[in-house]
């Protein structure tokens, strides 16, 4: 019995080639990192200050261990779309409450402890930053504020990157969008990738950029949050450690004159620097190596594997977003500038859950089709909610407490009690009814006696001009209160609770909580470059038979993309919003409609001698070419 070889999923091929890029990134932060070795250390010998087999190789592995730490926090919390949420207020309450927060809080402050360390360690003894200060000989040792000062800077710097690292959404990885031109769209190469190397280099001086006023920031917030804030608790926590290693004064209170001296300002902005490029650069490249297309020596990934077509098609169905990504990138890829293996997606027709191309077919039109699906959702909510379903609940009753209802003429009159328990029964019976069927008093109201009318509007008209009045009715507070909200909502303020048209369009048409733009637009291109390729690639013809529903699929979605964006209602809190030419215009939904209606031209010009043979009628074709062919104002 022969042995069926299972396909290997595209994560298997994926993970790897990541690994691959993770080490070469992290070689690129090495360089950097023996670079600042150098700088912190002690440069009294010439030689040995920057020979790497001597301390300054030592301080580079030391101070590569907080790069080490970005990376692995990179690839914890990795992800691809941009955050799709409806306000920025939103953003926050989404994603604040969450593990990756306090992750990232933990991560970067153990990458700056661990710099403190190493910094400290690396200073000369005449930068005075020993644990403690030993006095005159008659003098007990005492601990040493200035490096507790360095270790609680390093620490807020840290507080501050976490921030800056949740606030910009350094966890997202940038990879490029296709940008789809009507002449050229399946002819032009589907990802325009810069080198790695080369993106670095342009990025040097932003990143310095980026750096040196958060370290020159420290001169001024340093000493402000240091004494108002950590001294206190920095300082007790540095001595209860100091002491036990020396013996120290009892005194726990730190010193009257606190640390400021030029030298550790001056001393805290270098270093400050340093660490905050670490940071910095350390993400670059991580993104810079990370985002690269999915080839390995120049081929795709799943070539390696026995079944590069099954292989593939484990990515296109993947539910996670890091493989199904970098899949449709490697099918766009192969679309258009590998015909051998492209022509293999045609001739691959005894696969099991269907030929080659009718699989990947189904899996472009379901990422069409879902804004299709969730703009539907969003217009008709009540539908895409599914019916509730009755509960079967067994309830179990109490013990019975009183006695079984009455059988019988129940009109008649009860006999008298006999026992004591029928007495108190008949007793607190006759109780509870004269309270429950008793007439409820009506409480006295001013507003409806006369003459209290009478005295209250003459009282109102002395006291209260009629614009007062006006004023403090139930209409007029309402109004005030409306118009002191919208105050505040035009204030910067009041910008992060207002939900505007351009981030409502992408939650619908993206989707949510990240944004599926760079699949969508992949699955379009593949299926353009696809569907005309096979006009000389396709031996069978099976493709012919389902490039009337590609043409369809194409001409809905763009209909119902443009009807939504045109119709699409103004929330109130957009006080920003003026209906204007223009004003509608939403990059990432105008992006795909122009995908959409490049791809529908060129099967339009493709396929439109073959109209009749394809069963698509004059009707259609003739809308397809209108839908093809007209030129939104929006775009360019």
């Not at 153990?110 to 020993?130: D, K, M, P, R």
């Not at 000493?223 to 009892?250: D, E, G, H, M, N």
């Amino acid at each position: 019995m022969a042995t069926v070889l299972r396909t290997r999923l595209y994560r298997e091929f994926l993970t790897p080639a990541l690994h691959r890029r993770f080490t070469t990134a992290a070689g690129v932060t090495l360089l950097v990192c023996y670079a600042e070795a150098i700088l912190i250390g002690d440069k009294s010998s010439l030689i040995w200050s920057w020979f790497p087999l001597g301390r300054a190789g030592i301080r580079t592995l030391l101070l590569f261990i907080p790069c080490l730490t970005i990376f692995i926090l990179r690839v914890a919390q990795l992800h691809i779309g941009a955050r799709t949420t409806a306000s920025p207020s939103q953003t926050l309450r989404q994603y604040f409450f969450r593990f990756n927060t306090l992750q990232t809080l933990v991560f970067y402050l153990f990458s700056a402890w661990w710099f403190s360390e190493v910094y400290v360690w690396s200073q000369s003894t005449g930068a005075n930053l020993n644990w403690v200060a030993e006095g005159k000989s008659y003098e007990r040792p005492r601990l040493n504020e200035r490096p507790i000062y360095l270790r609680s800077i390093f620490l807020t710097l840290a507080l501050m990157q976490s921030i800056l690292h949740l606030y910009l959404d350094y966890d997202r990885l940038l990879l490029p969008v296709t940008k789809t031109k009507p002449e050229t769209a399946s002819e032009q190469r589907p990802h325009t990738v810069v080198m790695p190397l080369t993106q670095l280099k342009t990025r040097l001086p932003r990143l310095v950029q980026r750096s040196l006023p958060r370290a020159l920031s420290i001169i001024i917030l340093g000493p402000v949050v240091y004494s108002l804030f950590l001294r206190r608790t920095a300082w007790s926590w540095s001595l209860f450690l100091a002491k036990i290693f020396w013996s120290l004064a009892r005194s726990s209170e730190p010193p009257k004159i606190p640390p400021y001296h030029i030298s550790i300002l001056f001393r805290s902005v270098t270093s400050s620097f340093l660490l905050i490029f670490l940071w910095e650069i350390s993400n670059a490249a991580f993104e810079a190596y990370v985002a690269q297309e999915p080839l390995k020596n120049d081929r795709p990934l799943t070539d390696d594997s026995r079944d590069p077509n099954g292989s593939l098609l484990t990515g296109l169905k993947a539910k996670k977003e890091v493989p199904k990504t970098f899949a449709f990138w490697e099918l766009i890829y192969v679309s258009q500038r590998i015909p051998a293996r492209r022509k293999l997606f045609f001739e691959d027709i005894d696969r099991k859950g269907g030929a080659m191309w009718t699989q990947v077919l189904i899996a472009c039109l379901d990422v069409i089709q879902s804004m299709n699906t969730r703009i539907a959702e969003f217009q008709n909510p009540s539908a895409a909610a599914p019916p509730p379903q009755p509960q079967q609940n067994n309830i179990q009753s109490l013990p019975r407490i009183s006695a079984p209802l009455k059988q019988g003429n129940i009109f008649t009159n009860p006999l008298p009690p006999s026992s004591r328990r029928e007495m108190a029964q008949t007793t607190i019976g006759n109780l509870t009814k004269s309270y429950g069927q008793s007439q409820p008093t009506k409480p006295f109201s001013i507003s409806e006696s006369p003459r209290a009318k009478k005295y209250l509007e003459s009282g109102k008209n002395k006291i209260l001009t009629p614009q007062q009045q006006q004023a403090l009715s139930p209409a007029g507070l309402q109004e005030t209160f409306n118009s002191y909200l919208m105050q505040f909502l035009r204030s910067p303020f009041g910008q992060p609770f207002r939900q505007t048209l351009h981030r409502r369009a992408c939650v619908v048409v993206l989707g949510t909580p990240y944004s599926n733009l760079s699949i969508i637009v992949d699955a379009i291109d593949s299926l353009t470059r696809l569907a005309i390729c096979s006009l000389t690639e396709d031996s069978y013809g099976r493709v012919q038979a389902d490039v009337p529903v590609v043409i369809r699929t194409f001409v809905n979605t763009i209909a119902n993309l443009e009807a939504f964006k045109q119709n699409l209602p103004v929330h109130w809190t957009d006080v920003e919003f003026r209906e204007q030419d223009g004003a509608r215009r939403i990059e990432e939904v105008d992006l795909v409609i122009s995908g959409l209606r490049s791809g529908l031209r060129e099967l339009v010009e493709a396929f439109g001698g073959y109209a009749d043979n394809l069963g698509l009628g004059v009707r259609e074709m003739r809308i397809a070419r209108e839908t093809a062919a007209v030129h939104d104002g929006n775009e360019s």
